[in-house]
């Protein structure tokens, strides 16, 4: 529990600086700002890898899986390059949201952040419950590799509907019992009206995103339970993809479009874990090859995209 209890204060510490010190004053954040934080983020989190093999190597966490430390930090490593891929579609919905809503660039920061924390909370309990019924019941690892196989599936077979968040049940059951303004106050979730409280669009904006989170929740937790259910490497990795989101949607929002070919690198992410969960109680996968194929699919994706880009743009 003291590990537990460090990395957490650590991560409130993390927070504390960004909204406090480094985002004080809202501004907009420039793409070159955005790459640099980009950076730090993902740099941060493949150092942990090293704490990760420190932690299991001295036994200091409790290793209730019995990993090596190898084995340990292959895990934790292949998690969070599931939880960053998988966050990718997360990003579109964030940008169309914020559209939506014409929520100005220099307050988008302030709702996010407070998504995060939101979505660290959420994200805790649906791990813990997660792992609990991976540990109690061995037949849900048939039940969610079969979900993720599904989502693969639909995500192939459907065709791409425009989202539109004040349509959604969430907004329309959030304007039946709260009073909505569509002024902005500022960087405030709230402000008075004559005898009442309304809420801003900065608030609608952060509710639609919490929620949106928890559906993108209910497939990146099955995947990451197909690498590990040890409960440690799970939270650690999906926190640090989540803390890395705000810095990548001001990254790759506005490039996000053009990589197309993304789409099918998570079919086959979806696809290769769903299977690795149906058949964990008969087959084991080397850690090694997980990691490959995780890599191996999203940098294709990737190149796939920027070739495609390029000969678009020679054809003109």
Known sequence: MLVWGIFIAVILLFLALDLGV???????????EASVWTGIWVLISLLFSGIIYWLYSTNIINNVDNLTPTNATLKYITGYLIELSLSIDNIFVIAVIFTSFKIPLKYQHRVLFWG????????AFMIFFGVILIKKFSFTTYVFGAFLIFTAYRMLSSKSEAFHPKKSFIYRQVRRFLPITGHMNGEHFFVKMRHITAVTPLFIALIIIEFTDV???????????????DPFLVFTSNIFAILGLRSMYFFLSNMLAKFHYLKYSLIVILTFVGIKLILAHHLTF???????????????????????????????
């Not at 995060?116 to 994200?123: E, W």
């Open 22 to 32: 480094f985002n004080k004053t809202p501004h907009i954040i420039s793409t070159k």
């Open 286 to 316: 080397p850690e090694w090859l997980s990691l490959s194929v995780i890599a191996v699919s999203l940098l294709t994706g990737v190149i796939v995209s920027i070739k495609s880009i390029n000969e678009s743009e020679e054809t003109k």
């Open 116 to 123: 995060i924390i939101g979505a660290i909370i959420f994200r």
């Open 215 to 229: 559906l993108f929740a209910m497939d990146s937790i099955p995947a990451i339970l197909a690498i590990t259910s």
